[in-house]
């Protein structure tokens, strides 16, 4: 599923096999995921429906650069995108898809600098239950 393609949480736990969303501020984001978890034991116990969101980043050649907010992301060095990561992931967020739309870098210089400063932080890929 993807956002709510015009249905309640309920549904979507009970009918979908996971869950696409946009990105929200922490607590927003942190309350919509468990409501998702308890409504899809509910209706599906033992079965694993992992919560994905997109994150549109401009990723500054400056690692240490805080976030600035931006269209549904922000403007950020790698070293405080991996801050932002960890609050995801801290919250059950089992897959995160960056957009590069706002990106003021050429994309291969961005995806090659997350390769190497930023998915080796996140090599694993648990999904609790």
Same mark, same amino acid.
């Given at each position: 599923?993807?956002?709510?393609?015009? #249905?309640?949480?309920?549904?979507?736990? #009970?009918?979908? =096999?996971?869950?696409?969303?946009?990105? *929200? $501020? $922490?607590?927003? #984001?942190? %309350?919509?995921? &468990? =409501?998702?978890?308890?409504?899809?034991?509910?209706?599906?116990?033992?079965?694993? !429906?992992?919560?994905? +969101?997109?994150?549109?980043? =401009?990723? @500054?050649? &400056?690692? =240490?650069?805080?976030?600035?907010?931006?269209?549904?992301?922000? *403007?950020?060095?790698? !070293? %405080?995108?991996? /801050?932002?990561?960890? +609050?995801? #992931?801290?919250?059950?967020?089992?897959?995160?898809?960056?957009?590069?739309?706002? @990106? !003021? *870098?050429?994309? /291969?210089?961005?995806? +090659?600098?997350?390769?190497?400063?930023?998915?080796?932080?996140?090599?694993?890929? !648990?999904?609790?239950?």
């Amino acid at each position: 599923m993807t956002g709510f393609s015009n #249905q309640s949480i309920e549904w979507i736990a #009970q009918n979908g =096999d996971g869950w696409i969303h946009y990105p *929200r $501020i $922490i607590p927003k #984001q942190t %309350q919509l995921i &468990n =409501d998702y978890h308890e409504l899809w034991e509910i209706h599906t116990p033992g079965v694993i !429906k992992p919560f994905t +969101q997109t994150l549109y980043i =401009d990723l @500054s050649e &400056n690692t =240490d650069v805080l976030p600035v907010p931006i269209h549904l992301g922000f *403007r950020v060095g790698s !070293k %405080q995108l991996l /801050e932002i990561l960890y +609050q995801f #992931q801290s919250i059950s967020v089992n897959h995160l898809a960056f957009v590069l739309y706002f @990106s !003021k *870098r050429h994309p /291969e210089e961005v995806i +090659q600098e997350l390769g190497e400063f930023v998915r080796p932080f996140f090599l694993t890929h !648990k999904i609790p239950v």
